[in-house]
C-alpha cells in the first residue's frame, strides 16, 4: 500500500455539505454560510478548541467561492511571508484577477508586528483574512486588527457528530470502507480524543491498522492505544492530558511533578503565553486567599513570558511552577463565586436595600435611598454592623475560608466582625 496522508487529511470535506458540526454557523440559513452564499464575505476569525473544522471551513470557503487559497501557519511564518503573500494580493488586483483569502493558522501566536503587517492588506481589501484560533482573540488579536473582523465561535462537536464522523469514515474512506470494521464500544476512543475531531480520525486509524478487521471494544482501543502512545502524542497538538497532569500537579503541591510536566509541554512546542494564562488562574482558584502573592506573582510571570521570549521565559516560569505547587493551597474565593452564582440563579433580581443604594438625586434622597447608611470608617475598626446582603438573603455564608495559617486569621476576623451572624 502506498503511503498515505493521515485519515484526517484524507476525510477532509470540500463542501459545506459534508462539513461536520458547526450548524449555527454553517447549517441551512445560518448567518456565515448565508454570507458564504451571498459571496460577501467579511475578514473573519474563526475561534475555537482544536480538531473542531476550523482549517477546513477555511478551505471550503475558498472553494466555494472560487477564489485564491493563501495558508500561513503563525508559528513557522513571519512578516516576510505575509508580505510576499500581500504582494501576490496586488498583482491579482492589478490584473483584474478574483481576491486570495489568507488563511493563518493559530494567529494567536503572531506578534504584534506581525499582526500590525496585514493590517493595511485587510483594511484595502486586498485579501480577506480567515484567521484561526484556540485563544480568546480579545487577548491575542490587536485591537486595530479585531475591529476588521469579524469572530465566529466554533464549538466542540457533540458526540452524535462524533460518532457519525466515524462511521462516515469508515463508511467512505478508500482504504478502510471494504475491512468491515465495526465499532462496538465508541467510549474510549471519544475520550481519548477529548471532542478533537481530527485526533479522533487518526487514534481511530492507529487501531485499526493494529488489530485489523473486528469489532473495536473500549478494551480493545485502550490498550492498542497504550502501545502507541508515542506516536499518539506527537500527533497530538494540543496536549490536553499534559496540562491536566500539569495542572493537578501543582495543585497536589507537587513541584516535582509539576516541573516535569511543564517541561513535557515545552518539548512538545506548546505556548509559552498559554502556560503563563493558566497559572494566573490556577493561583486564584487552588490557592487563592491562602496566599495572596500568588496571584501577583502568576500575573508578573505572564507580563514577563510576553516581555521575555523564548527560550529565557522558561527560566521564569519554572520559578513560579516550582512556588504555586509548594505553596499552601485553598478554594475557597473559587467556591465562594459559585455558591454566590448559584444562589442568585436561584433567588433572581433581589432588590438592593434602601440604606445602601446610591442617591446621585433629591428625588432618590427623598425615597430613602441611602438613608440610614453607617460610613465604616466613623466607627472603632472600621466596622459597624449592618445590612448589605438583600433581605431575603440575610446571613447566608457564601465565603468560607479555607484550612490555612492566612485563612484561618481571615475567619478569625469576620467571626469577631459578625459575631453569629453568618456562623464564622
Not at 40 to 58: E, H, Q, R
Not at 131 to 148: D, Q, Y
Not at 192 to 204: A, E
Not at 244 to 260: E, L, T
Request: proline share 4%.
Amino acid at each position: 500500500m502506498p503511503t498515505l496522508p493521515p485519515l484526517a487529511e484524507r476525510m477532509r470535506p470540500t463542501g459545506l455539505d459534508g462539513y461536520f458540526g458547526q450548524q449555527h454557523l454553517v447549517g441551512k440559513g445560518a448567518v456565515l454560510r448565508r454570507a458564504i452564499e451571498s459571496g460577501n464575505l467579511p475578514s473573519l476569525i474563526l475561534w475555537g478548541p482544536p480538531g473542531v473544522g476550523k482549517t477546513t471551513l477555511a478551505f471550503i470557503i475558498s472553494r466555494q467561492l472560487d477564489r485564491p487559497f493563501f495558508s500561513l501557519s503563525a508559528i513557522n511564518s513571519g512578516v516576510k511571508d505575509v508580505r510576499d503573500v500581500i504582494e501576490k494580493a496586488a498583482k491579482l488586483k492589478e490584473f483584474g484577477q478574483k481576491l486570495p483569502i489568507l488563511f493563518i493558522d493559530e494567529i494567536h501566536r503572531f506578534s504584534k508586528s506581525q499582526q500590525d503587517s496585514l493590517l493595511g492588506a485587510v483594511e484595502r481589501g486586498l485579501v480577506t483574512l480567515i484567521g484561526a484560533t484556540t485563544e480568546n482573540p480579545s487577548f491575542e488579536v490587536i485591537s486595530a486588527l479585531l475591529s476588521r473582523c469579524q469572530v465566529y465561535i466554533l464549538q466542540h462537536l457533540t458526540e452524535e457528530e462524533l460518532v457519525a464522523l466515524m462511521q462516515h469514515a469508515l463508511q467512505t474512506d478508500e482504504y478502510l470502507k471494504d475491512r468491515g470494521i465495526i465499532i462496538k464500544e465508541h467510549e474510549a476512543l471519544l475520550r481519548l480524543s477529548g471532542g478533537d475531531g481530527r485526533k479522533l480520525l487518526n487514534i481511530l486509524e492507529l487501531v485499526v491498522n493494529a488489530v485489523g478487521s473486528q469489532s473495536l471494544t473500549n478494551e480493545l482501543v485502550l490498550q492498542q492505544v497504550q502501545q502507541n502512545m508515542a506516536i499518539y502524542d506527537k500527533a497530538g497538538e494540543q496536549h490536553y492530558d499534559i496540562i491536566s497532569a500539569f495542572i493537578k500537579s501543582i495543585r497536589g503541591s507537587d513541584p516535582n511533578a509539576a516541573v516535569y510536566w511543564l517541561a513535557r509541554m515545552i518539548a512538545g512546542g506548546e505556548d509559552p503565553l498559554f502556560i503563563a494564562r493558566r497559572l494566573v488562574i490556577l493561583a486564584s482558584e487552588d490557592i487563592g486567599n491562602a496566599n495572596p502573592n500568588a496571584l501577583l506573582l502568576a500575573t508578573n510571570c505572564f507580563q514577563a513570558v510576553n516581555l521575555i521570549g523564548w527560550p529565557e521565559s522558561r527560566i521564569i516560569l519554572s520559578q513560579a511552577v516550582t512556588y504555586l505547587a509548594s505553596s499552601a493551597k485553598s478554594n475557597a474565593s473559587y467556591e465562594a463565586i459559585a455558591n454566590a452564582q448559584a444562589l442568585v440563579a436561584e433567588t433572581g433580581d433581589l432588590p438592593v436595600p434602601l440604606h445602601i443604594r446610591n442617591a446621585p438625586t433629591k428625588l432618590m434622597k427623598n425615597i430613602g435611598y441611602g438613608k440610614d447608611y453607617k460610613y465604616a470608617h466613623s466607627y472603632e475598626n472600621n466596622f459597624v454592623q449592618q445590612e448589605f446582603m438583600p433581605e431575603k438573603v440575610s446571613g447566608k455564608k457564601l465565603y468560607d475560608p479555607g484550612n490555612n495559617a492566612a485563612e484561618q486569621k481571615l475567619r478569625e476576623r469576620l467571626k469577631f466582625l459578625w459575631k453569629e451572624k453568618y456562623g464564622y
